[in-house]
């Protein structure tokens, strides 16, 4: 599998993706507040307000800002079609998402019903707009790659991520008898296996053999693995049917999403393994990092299977999967393609000189700082199942890398704002 040629004529204003860039790590800062604002342990159940709070702080309001901002930036780049009005596009879901994901946030912590349906509309709003003007870009763009295959996959489990939580919260918030089991485990499901899984290979297919000068993926596995990984999702819905107790699909399903994940990361480690420059990478470091952590969330994640008797098994692979495998690489994404970004545009100005090298722009140290802060807080949250103190640990290294990464992008950014002085007065 090659590696497309970027369409970089269309790429839009560097303000768009920089603004879900830099909003981010505030979301992050917010999820460890709450973690220590409400009375016990928040791990100790996936249903304790502290942690519903908290991860969505985590997926709405960190993950998703990145993940809206970096397709702002790779549907013209990869794809070859810019969104319709993209600065529009990007006002309409980024002010919704940030005013959604707080409001959302806060309803859960403090369970207050008026915050959820005033959050509920507004994330609707954000993430139609978002996914609409993405499918419309996807449709018209000329590009046939398998990265394009993976995005559209992952922007319609968005779809459905989105219709199962705006039905949850209003649900929830006007106190409706809805089956919420079997609509949270669809909801989490699409989320995570579906939203970020799939636009996570998506993106891999073009970062890790360009970023980190890697051999491409094989054909094979960027023909099969998201279409798989899809229908796998369509089959782990099956039992949100009525009168459905498609028990034996259900593991099946799970049993196939882990396989093929780790298929993944086994696949993305061998390439890393034959890169051409050995010099040590912090942002490779993440990667690995994540995919390591995305192996070991499959064992977990397959052991309630054979040892239904032992205790949090699944909340250690959702933590796995969460933080270790799906925050880390969102780490080193963002330190790759942010002063990509800034060196890009700089670049594209006319004035070569002054333009500073990609590793000048975000200093090393303070990315292998934040890689070994990630690595303490996943730790803590691993042993804050078992252990209550842990979780103020979890708490500090969420907030420190909150505070590492806005300090490293708003220096990316001040950088970028100052050289652009300087080539105005040349």
């Known amino acids: 599998m090659k590696v497309i040629s970027l369409s970089t004529e269309q790429a839009p204003l560097i303000s768009i993706p920089l603004r879900f860039f830099i909003t981010a790590p505030l979301f992050l800062l917010l999820a460890g507040i709450i ?53 529009l596009t990007a006002w309409l879901t980024f002010i919704p998402l940030a005013l959604g994901a707080l409001l959302l946030s806060a309803g859960l912590m403090l369970s207050k019903p008026v915050w959820l349906n005033l959050a509920w509309p507004l994330l609707g709003l954000a993430f139609i707009t978002f996914i609409s003007a993405s499918l419309m870009s996807l449709a018209q763009a000329p590009a046939r790659n398998h990265t394009k295959t993976a995005i559209l996959l992952s922007i319609l ?11 949850l919260a209003h649900g929830h918030a006007n106190g409706f008898l809805l089956p919420y089991a079997k609509l949270a485990t669809a909801h989490i499901g699409l989320s995570l296996g579906g939203w970020i899984m799939l636009l996570i290979v998506g993106v891999s297919y073009q970062v890790v053999p360009m970023f980190q000068i890697t051999p491409n993926y094989p054909e094979w596995l960027g023909i099969f693995l998201a279409p798989a990984l899809f229908i796998v999702l369509l089959l782990s819905l099956l ?4 009168n459905s107790e498609q028990h034996r699909v259900t593991i099946f399903a799970q049993t196939l999403f882990w396989f093929l994940a780790s298929s993944f990361a086994v696949t993305t480690l061998i390439l890393q393994s034959k890169r051409r420059r050995r010099v040590a990478d912090a942002t490779l470091s993440f990667f690995r990092l994540g995919m390591v952590s995305l ?32 925050m880390s690489l969102m780490h080193g994404m963002l330190y790759k393609i942010v002063p990509f970004l800034v060196w890009f545009h700089l670049f594209r100005c006319g004035v070569k000189i002054s333009v500073p090298n990609m590793k000048e722009i975000i200093a090393e140290k303070w990315m292998w700082r934040h890689l070994w802060l990630h690595c303490s807080t996943l730790i803590a949250a691993i042993f804050s199942l078992w252990w209550d103190m842990a979780v103020w640990l979890v708490s ?25 002085k300087r080539i105005e007065v040349i």
Do not use: E
């Open 396 to 420: 500090l290294g969420l907030l420190l890398q909150s505070i590492i990464l806005g300090y490293s992008l708003v220096t990316a950014i001040l950088l970028y704002k100052h050289i652009l």
């Open 239 to 242: 039992p949100l049917m009525p």
């Open 295 to 326: 192996i070991c969330a499959a064992m977990f994640g397959l052991a309630p299977l054979f040892f239904p008797d032992i205790d949090h098994l699944a909340m250690l692979s959702a933590v796995l999967f969460l933080l270790g495998f799906a």
């Open 157 to 167: 489990a968005l779809a459905g991520t989105i219709a199962l939580g705006m039905l």
């Open 35 to 87: 973690l220590v604002s409400g009375t016990g342990n928040p791990f100790a159940s996936i249903h304790t307000p502290a942690l519903l709070a908290a991860t969505h702080c985590i997926t709405l309001g960190f993950m998703s800002m990145i993940m809206l901002g970096a397709t702002h930036q790779i549907l013209p780049v990869v794809v070859g079609r810019p969104m319709p009005i993209s600065w």
